[in-house]
Structures are given as C-alpha cells and as structure tokens.
C-alpha cells in the first residue's frame, strides 16, 4: 500500500448519484472510508455531506458551485464518474488547487456496438418493420432490405470510437473507408481518405464520430448531403450541431437517403417531463435513440473503476494525468530506493519566482531535491518535489508562506 500523510482510512470519499459499485470497491480496496449514496442530494445534506470528504464523486445532476467547495476545506480531488464537467465550476475548483477527473472515453464500446446495430438495422429497414407490426400489419417484404456484407462504410472521426467501429464493421465483411482531420493509423483493411466529399460520394452509409468544435458545427449540411449516394443512409451518434436536421429530413422525404440513426440533438429535453421534438419525428426508416450511446451496464462499471483510479492515483502518488481544470502531471510512484523519499505536492499561482522562492527555502533547510515535476497552465503551476529523506515537515509548513502557495500536501 502506498503511504500518504495521513493513515488511509482516516481519508474519506463521498459518492453521490448512484455512482457504480466498481468505484467504492476500488476505494475500499485501498482501505478508504466511502460513504455512498444512490441518490443526488443538494442543499444542506449536500453540504453537511461534504464538509469533511477528501474526494468526492459526483454525476451530472450535483451542481458544485465556489461557494460549495468553500463549504468542503478539506477536499483534495473531484471525481465526475461521467463524461461532462460542465455541472462542476472548474475555475472555482482550479483556484483552490483541486483536480477534477472525468471518464471520457469509458463508454466508447457502447458507443461503437450501437452504431454497429444501426448499420445493420438501417439496411434491413428493421424499425420500420418493427413499427408495422406493432400497428398490426404483416409487411413481409425484402424491398429496400441489404445485407451489410461488402457494402462500404464511411467514418468521419477516426478517434476512439471510429476506429473501433471500423475494426468491428469489416468484421461484418464491410469495407471501411474514414476521413479525419489528423493523421490516424488505418487499422486492419480502412482506408483513409483525403476529403469529406470523397468519402461521402463513396460510402453507402456515413457513420459520424467527431466532437462538438466550431469546425465540426454544421458539417454535414445539404450540400453535403447531396454529395451522399443516393440510397445511402446516415448515422449521428457524437454530437447534435453536427448534422442540419431539417436538410437530413428532407432528403429522406424525398428518397434521397434510404434511412438515418440520430441519437443526439441540436437542443435535448433535461429530462423525461420535457416533451421532444425534431425534424425526424414520424420519418420512415429513422431511428431515434434519447443520447443512450453510452448507457450500458459495462460503461457504467468502468466509469466506476476508471474515475475511481484516477483519484487513488492523485492521492497515492500525486499524479494529475486525466485532470480536466489543472496541469497534468504524471510521475512514477515512488518505489525501491525512492520509496525513503519524501513527496511534496505544491498548487502554486503561476508567476514568475515562485520556483525560485521554493528553492532557495529547500536549500536553506539543507535538503535536496532528487526529483522535480513542474506543469503549468494558465495561471495556476503544479509541482511535485521528492526531498531526500529529512523531515519533510519544516518544507511543507515553509511552502505554506510562500504567498503564491494555493495548497501543499505530502506524501510519505
Ligand atoms: P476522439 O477524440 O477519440 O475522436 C474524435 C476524432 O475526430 C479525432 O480523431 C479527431 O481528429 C477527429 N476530428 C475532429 N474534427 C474533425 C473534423 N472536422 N473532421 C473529421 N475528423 C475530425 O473522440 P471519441 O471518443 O471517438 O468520441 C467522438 C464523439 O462521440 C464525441 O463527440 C463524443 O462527444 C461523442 N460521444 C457520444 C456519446 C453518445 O452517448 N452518443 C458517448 C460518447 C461520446
């Protein structure tokens, strides 16, 4: 077990949302009080629960406002178990030199295995079927109805889950073409290609992969469409401004493209009393799905283990890698002959001196730093010292004079 300041089980995390069992089992495993609860909680209990916890676990419903965090003084990290961090004030947490972590690419199977079930259910005209049936009309036809085998499979955004759509499509016996803005290596037969255009004129269905950027805000328009193969069918399961709506609709009206899988919206309820609406309602052939691309069991369980990791590993080893609002800084845990040193953890606001000030107190107590890690970004620094073995006690209480100091914590 990795030593910390403090003995571990006097470190208490606090799990707030139904967060997945995965996380507390980590953090126990690591001999931290957790207390978790299943719902959200907000007002008074939210503070009152909060008020002594070291790391605390959120979702998206927990609004962490300044004046919350100021109600938790001893809280060293944040954890959103979720993909978003817009529910947390990440200049608020940042100022007071607490790293929030999130699980961005958790859920990128679930992602992938949704859009490989919509290629093939949009080939096989399955919603529509499925809707006839359910009216009570037998519609047994092979009309408009493709088997995805050799048919061609456009990605735009080779990222985490383009790539793995890719690598399970020509499992299916498609052939995979993408096009992305960067370099990416082109994994078993893909190819890439050199423009959007090219692989919208050459694809059969156009899968979409991108993140939400000025650049990626209204990508496919009519135009675009138009570009597409007639017939062709489109799926939208990164982010709403992507695709126009009403030009997708209109294409498919007029049996320009054969069908459309959207699971994410230009504007989306906040939950199921909000009525929906959008161009596609009633379409044939259109799959609608409420932004469930990542919502399954498994994401949900490693989410838990991942966030969960990244917080024992901020609190063991002082590591930042993964943090959304500071500097990252990944560093070896402190092992072998290193293990005798002390490690100190210094948020610092970043102005010019502040090392220099560090230093020169570090000498003045005459010990010696055999490891340094500086990050900084904006206007916040974070540094990681390992002193050879001296009482550390007399560096830290020292680095809390510096007047740039934002918060220290040592681990030995
Ligand atoms: P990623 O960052 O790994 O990959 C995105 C790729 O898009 C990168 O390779 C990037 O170079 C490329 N790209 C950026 N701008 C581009 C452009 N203008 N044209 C072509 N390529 C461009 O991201 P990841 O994890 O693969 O996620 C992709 C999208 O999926 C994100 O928007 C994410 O928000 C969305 N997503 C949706 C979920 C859902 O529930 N429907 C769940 C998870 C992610």
Not at 32 to 45: F, K, M, N, S
Not at 147 to 160: A, D, K
Not at 190 to 215: G, N
Not at 273 to 284: G, H
Request: glycine letters at 8%; a neutral charge.
């Amino acid at each position: 077990m990795t030593p910390t300041s403090f003995p571990k089980s006097a470190i208490r995390a606090v799990l707030l949302e139904g967060i997945h069992a995965s996380a507390q089992t980590r953090l126990e495993a690591d001999s931290l009080g957790v207390r978790a609860e299943r719902a959200a909680i907000d007002g008074p209990a939210l503070r009152d629960a909060i008020a002594d916890a070291h790391l605390l676990g959120i979702r998206s419903r927990t609004k962490l406002t300044a004046d919350l965090l100021d109600a938790a003084p001893r809280l060293l990290a944040i954890g959103c178990f979720c993909i978003g961090t817009d529910q947390v004030d990440l200049r608020a947490a940042r100022a007071r030199g607490i790293p929030v972590f999130n699980a961005p690419f958790s859920n990128t199977r679930s992602v992938a295995e949704l859009t490989l079930a919509e290629i093939i259910a949009l080939s096989r005209r399955m919603s529509e079927r499925s809707a006839a049936l359910h009216a009570g009309r037998w519609d047994k036809s092979a009309s408009g109805a493709h088997e995805v085998r050799g048919r061609t499979l456009g990605i735009v955004g080779y990222g985490h889950i383009g790539s793995q759509v890719s690598v399970l499509a020509e499992s299916l016996g498609m052939r995979v073409l993408f096009y992305d803005v960067a370099p990416k290596l082109a994994l078993g037969n893909a190819r890439a290609v050199a423009s959007l255009d090219d692989l919208l004129a050459a694809s059969d269905v156009i899968t979409l992969h991108v993140p939400d950027t000025p650049a990626t805000r209204g990508l496919i328009g009519p135009r675009q469409i138009n570009q597409m193969r007639p017939g062709a069918s489109l799926i939208n399961n990164a982010r709403g401004g992507v695709v126009d709506l009403s030009a997708l609709a209109d294409a498919l009206r007029e049996g320009r493209l054969s069908g459309a899988a959207v699971d994410v919206f230009p504007r989306e309820p906040s939950g199921a009393e909000e009525p929906f609406d959008c161009p596609l309602r009633s379409l044939p052939n259109v799959i609608l799905t409420p932004h469930i691309g990542g919502s399954t069991q498994e994401a949900q369980e490693a989410i838990g283990a991942d966030v969960a990791a990244k917080l024992l590993r901020f609190l063991n080893v002082g590591s930042t890698l993964g943090a959304v609002n500071v500097p990252e800084v990944d560093l070896p845990s402190q092992q072998g002959p290193d293990a005798r040193r002390h490690r100190v953890l210094h948020f610092h606001r970043n102005v010019p001196g502040v090392l220099s000030k560090m230093h020169r107190l570090i000498a003045d107590l005459g010990a010696n730093v055999a490891g340094e890690y500086l990050r900084t970004l904006d206007d916040l620094g974070y540094v990681v010292l390992d002193v050879d073995p001296t009482d550390s006690a007399p560096i830290v209480d020292g680095l809390r004079t510096i007047p740039e100091t934002i918060r220290v914590r040592e681990l030995w």
